[in-house]
Structure formats: C-alpha cells, structure tokens
C-alpha cells in the first residue's frame, strides 16, 4: 500500500508532516488527517483522527518527555516508541501482531520500518522532492501487507520519528549559525 500526505504547500514548511491529510493513492481515499495548530510560544499538539473525524492519536511534544496518546492510553514518548540504544535514533513499535519493528533513520531525511525478528523491511518512506531530478512528491510512505491492519499505528509513530528528526536538523541548523557568526566575528 503506497499512502502519502497530501499537503498543498509541504515545501514551504518543516512542519507540513503535522498538517496534512494521509491518502491512500490507489484509491485517492482520505485515510487520516494530521493536524496541529499553530500556539504561539507553546509546544503544539497533533491530532490525528480518522475520515469521521474520531481521535486515533496526540502527540504532545514537551519539555522533558513528549506524550502520545493512542486509542485513548496516554504514555510517554520513550516508553511506548523507546530507542534502540541511549544515543540511537532508530525507534521500537511494539505492534499489535505481536512483532517488534524499527524505525531505521537513513540518509536524506529517509526512514525504513524493519521487522527485527526477519530483518524484513516492511515500509519506507520518502521526503518531499521539488519535481527537479525525479517526479514531484509530497511525503510518501510504501507500506508493505504486513503492516496495513495498524497503518494507523505507523502513520502517527513516523509523524513522532520525523518530528524528532526535523527538530535535530533544526538544532544542527542553528549550531552552524552560531558557529560561523563566532568565526566571523573572530577575523574581524
């Protein structure tokens, strides 16, 4: 199943991954919407809920431990999506089938979704493209049959993996700022 975000202006925001609606493309059927408005000065909450409208999941990014509540059960971000290791970015879904999977981080802002018992990856993603070298996408998600009975599941688990990652490049962003503004300012 090959489902992705449908938002219009995805290439204007880095946080367009929290507002969208996830489509499946075969059919075109709206499968989940994302949605987290915009608080000045206050850590945002994504709500996704189902075509209904019915609430499937929050993320609440705070500081200290982000929540997530999914099908109403509240926990900490480390506990219910824990990594792998203490300096690792790779990320642990506990599924309803019983399996364990990893969010695998790849090089341009890529994930993997592996089942750690087959070494199977059973989903990847793809950023955004602009359309230049190869066709124009918004975020896009292959899911394999495995994993469809709780897409809803790997949808806001990736929203949390992609949000942690936009947040990292963001920060790495601002440390090579303040790093060549110290170096200028050291010449001068």
């Not at 950023?127 to 998600?141: M, Q």
């Not at 806001?156 to 992609?162: D, H, K, L, Q």
């Amino acid at each position: 199943m090959n489902i992705s975000w449908s938002s219009s202006d995805h290439l204007n925001s880095s946080s367009d991954h929290l507002n969208a609606d996830v489509v499946d493309n075969a059919s075109g059927q709206v499968l989940f919407n994302l949605n987290t408005p915009y608080k000045f000065f206050k850590k945002q909450v994504t709500t996704m809920t189902d075509v209904s409208g019915q609430v499937i999941a929050e993320y609440e990014p705070q500081l200290g431990h982000d929540r997530v509540t999914y099908k109403g059960q509240t926990h900490r971000v480390s506990d219910w999506l824990p990594r792998k290791g203490f300096f690792s970015t790779s990320r642990r879904l506990h599924a309803p089938d019983g399996r364990e999977y990893l969010w695998k981080e790849g090089s341009g802002a890529k994930f993997k979704l592996v089942d750690e018992h087959s070494d199977a990856v059973v989903a990847t993603t793809h950023a955004p493209n602009l359309g230049i070298r190869t066709p124009k996408h918004n975020i896009v998600i292959d899911a394999g049959p495995e994993i469809v009975g709780f897409l809803d599941l790997v949808v806001i688990s990736f929203v949390i993996c992609e949000d942690e990652r936009c947040a990292r490049q963001r920060s790495n962003q601002s440390a090579a700022a303040i790093g060549s503004a110290s170096a200028i300012a050291a010449t001068t």
